[in-house]
């Protein structure tokens, strides 16, 4: 058999079936950079109209940033004093972060999600502020859309560098700038006296977090997660409104009557419209009478009778599965679930949202974020007992920070509670990693326990109940220690020896 035969492989056959199918063989790039601009913006307007889209994306950017993944001090385990320094800087600097002023750190998170959702892509410049901004920590972000990015900038530059789809990269592949516009190519709320219309401006990669979720080797820019889902989306929206008109016309009951002689509209109580028609109100309890020769026939327009459900559920699921998100997820129908199914589905997603948490928030975004503000946050003097020196000298340990995803609520809280307490109880895993899976820090639960109890202890709760108290109360009492004799000196039988 010749090399290039095709025959042991059906599926690159050129049969009956397949062929028709015969896909274009471009690279994501080129694909991209072809039609990309019209796939987000078919995205983007099915995210701001259709309704099933707009919930996947809020269910998206719920379940894997919700109220925000936070950093946990690692490294300064054994320094409680400078752990919880470093946490108080950031969380004070989280609500100064928002370049624009609308939000904190965790609802840029949010933000970051919902947009790679859409556009499979954000941009996040770091911009380094003057001391007399006033700010705690002199660095803010600014979140930029992809269209701020032209998708067709592709030109070689005199030093050897080359711009693609509006990256530059040098002579060895490396990313080194962003060209960006100045403004938003399709804002026209810009006063054009600004002359920024249709003008770049080149930022430095070091400066940029290109935040991307890439489906193929060697992608430069991101392509909407929501291609797969655009045709089913749009299809049923289409089919929803069509429905929608046909039970419309069908309430009007609408009436044509025929007549077989001369009509006169005062003879029958009709008002004539003047142009050999005449119109006749129709009233509750009216009784219409007949003239000889006379008939009446309703419209009825067709009915889809139970098939629509069914066409309607199916096509959900498709977009569902276009989408990769549970089907609870796209619609918010709970009538279908139940606590197998739905744990089901919300363990599958939950795996997939785990993943791109720390694949893509975490290590695009929060690392490199934590990266520039750890230095800045020293030497501007907001981390109290940690000096530029000691940053140095030490840098390894304090950079060493841990992310902690909002823990899931389940479905049934209860067994879950359950389930976690056997595995410790088993030995099968750690207190601290059970702590962490809710989205918090070991050490600052445990400080918070040690706070409550002694707390209650000073105000002499031990007898009302508490749920401490009560645990101390019904814990198995401690054997009494064995009684300490005082240690005697050995007995010599054989009586003082001579010196």
């Known amino acids: 058999m010749p090399i290039g035969s095709t025959q042991g492989l059906e599926a690159g056959a050129?049969?009956?079936?397949?062929?028709?199918?015969?896909?274009?063989?471009?690279?994501?790039?080129?694909?991209?950079?072809?039609?990309?601009?019209?796939?987000?913006?078919?995205?983007r307007y099915l995210a701001r109209n259709n309704a099933y889209a707009g919930n996947a994306i809020d269910f998206f950017a719920s379940q894997v940033v919700g109220t925000g993944i936070v950093p946990s001090w690692k490294g300064m385990a054994d320094r409680p004093d400078l752990k919880k320094a470093l946490a108080d800087a950031w969380l004070a600097w989280t609500d100064e972060s928002d370049a624009d002023g609308q939000s904190d750190l965790y609802g840029q998170q949010r933000a970051a999600a919902k947009e790679l959702f859409i556009a499979n892509e954000v941009f996040i410049r770091m911009r380094l502020r003057r001391p007399d901004d006033g700010l705690l920590v002199p660095l803010q972000l600014q979140m930029l859309p992809s269209e701020m990015l032209p998708i067709n900038d592709n030109r070689s530059l005199g030093n050897g560098n080359v711009v693609r789809q509006g990256v530059e990269f040098d002579q060895i592949g490396r990313r080194v700038a962003y060209w960006f516009w100045r403004q938003h190519p399709e804002d026209y709320t810009v006063p054009q006296s600004r002359g920024d219309a249709g003008r770049q401006t080149r930022v430095p990669a070091d400066q940029v977090l290109h935040i991307m979720d890439?489906?193929?080797?060697?992608?430069?820019?991101?392509?909407?997660?929501?291609?797969?889902?655009?045709?089913?989306?749009?299809?049923?929206?289409?089919?929803?409104?069509?429905?929608?008109?046909?039970?419309?016309?069908?309430?009007?009951?609408?009436?044509?009557?025929?007549?077989?002689?001369?009509?006169?509209?005062?003879?029958?109580?009709?008002?004539?419209?003047?142009?050999?028609?005449?119109?006749?109100?129709?009233?509750?309890?009216?009784?219409?009478?007949?003239?000889p020769g006379e008939d009446i026939s309703v419209a009825a327009p067709a009915d889809v009778g139970g098939s629509y459900e069914a066409f309607q559920y199916r096509n959900l699921l498709r977009a569902a599965a276009a989408l990769n998100i549970p089907y609870v997820g796209l619609t918010g129908d709970m009538v279908r679930a139940n606590y197998s199914n739905l744990r089901g589905a919300l363990i599958d997603f939950r795996r997939r949202a785990s993943t791109f948490q720390h694949s893509v928030l975490v290590f695009q975004m929060c690392r490199p974020i934590v990266k520039a503000w750890l230095p800045l946050a020293v030497m501007s003097g907001a981390v109290r007992g940690l000096t530029p020196a000691g940053l140095v000298a030490d840098r390894a340990r304090v950079g060493r920070v841990?992310?902690?995803?909002?823990?899931?609520?389940?479905?049934?809280?209860?067994?879950?509670?359950?389930?976690?307490?056997?595995?410790?109880?088993?030995?099968?895993?750690?207190?601290?990693?059970?702590?962490?899976?809710?989205?918090?820090d070991p050490d600052e639960v445990d400080a918070e326990i040690a706070a409550e109890r002694a707390r209650e202890q000073r105000n002499g709760l031990g007898e009302t109940g508490s749920a401490f108290a009560g645990k101390a109360a019904t814990a198995p009492a401690a054997p009494a220690p064995d009684p300490v004799e005082e240690e005697q000196p050995p007995e010599n039988p054989e009586g003082p020896k001579d010196e």
């Not at 690279?27 to 039609?35: D, E, G, K, P, T």
């Not at 307490?421 to 962490?436: P, T």
Request: hydrophobic fraction near 40%; avoid cysteine.
């Open 402 to 440: 841990a992310w902690t995803p909002p823990s899931w609520e389940w479905v049934d809280p209860a067994k879950d509670v359950k389930a976690a307490k056997d595995e410790v109880d088993a030995g099968f895993r750690s207190r601290s990693s059970v702590i962490e899976a809710r989205g918090e």
């Open 14 to 43: 050129v049969g009956q079936r397949l062929k028709r199918f015969i896909p274009p063989r471009a690279h994501v790039n080129s694909l991209i950079a072809a039609s990309g601009s019209t796939v987000l913006a078919r995205a």
């Open 214 to 291: 890439g489906t193929e080797a060697g992608q430069i820019r991101g392509l909407t997660r929501m291609a797969r889902g655009i045709v089913p989306l749009w299809l049923l929206d289409l089919y929803d409104d069509a429905e929608l008109d046909r039970k419309r016309t069908a309430a009007l009951f609408a009436v044509f009557r025929k007549m077989q002689a001369e009509f006169e509209p005062s003879s029958h109580g009709a008002e004539d419209n003047g142009d050999g028609t005449a119109e006749q109100e129709l009233a509750p309890g009216a009784q219409i009478i007949l003239q």
